[in-house]
T-cell receptor, first 115, second 114 residues
């Protein structure tokens, strides 16, 4: 069964500092994708970054990077130079490539950026 | 291009009533998925539609149903509402089904059952 674990219910970071949000996953499939989404208080889910299981390089998107350690089944999100607008819930999600599967989300981490 | 739209944004119903939520995917996207988000259970997958066919279904009772139209717009219906159905219902669209396809989410419909 798929499972996503995010062990940090809440995190605080000082503005302009970097922060790492943890995500570990469990799958027996060899082919899968890992996603991070941001959910501000408005409720909309905003796609941040994607990592494929066969990608050798860690994904980066602007201030977001994904620290992918396949053997450890971890896909941590790193946000550099935190901004006040980064305060939100962050969800790690996985989708296997087998037919019939869909996204499974972790419980989320609430990030608060302090001025 | 326009994002995923959901209507209505807010809804208040009473127990026993039924409700229909609507989702319009991004133009060109043929897959629409529905999720329920509650503080206790987090984000849970309801079902996915692709080309008017239900492809996947989560672990929800039969009171939750959906359909997709030929223009890829989707509706979700919940009959005989219960207090526990109060949640944020999110719709997401992607170009294809299966595989590793990014999903784009709508703003959600917040349903309150009294």
């Amino acid at each position: 069964a798929q499972k996503i674990t995010q062990t940090q219910p809440g995190m605080f970071v000082q503005e302009k500092e970097a922060v790492t949000l943890d995500c570990t996953y469990d799958t027996s499939d060899q082919s899968y994708g890992l996603f991070w989404y941001k959910q501000p208080s408005s409720g909309e889910m905003i796609f941040l970054i994607y990592q494929g299981s066969y990608d050798e390089q860690n994904a980066t998107e602007g201030r977001y990077s994904l620290n992918f350690q396949k053997a450890r089944k971890s896909a941590n999100l790193v946000i550099s130079a935190s901004q006040l607008g980064d305060s939100a819930m962050y969800f790690c999600a996985m989708r296997e490539t087998n037919y019939g599967q869909n996204f499974v989300f972790g419980p989320g981490t609430r990030l608060s950026v302090l001025p | 291009k326009a994002g995923v739209t959901q209507t209505p944004r807010y809804l208040i119903k009473t127990r026993g009533q039924q409700v229909t939520l609507s989702c319009s995917p991004i133009s060109g996207h043929r897959s629409v998925s529905w999720y329920q988000q509650t503080p206790g259970q987090g984000l849970q997958f309801l079902f996915e539609y692709f080309s008017e066919t239900q492809r996947n279904k989560g672990n929800f009772p039969g009171r939750f149903s959906g359909r997709q139209f030929s223009n890829s717009r989707s509706e979700m219906n919940v009959s005989t509402l219960e207090l526990g159905d109060s949640a944020l219902y999110l719709c997401a669209s992607s170009k294809l089904t299966g595989g590793v396809n990014e999903q784009f989410f709508g703003p959600g419909t917040r349903l309150t059952v009294l």
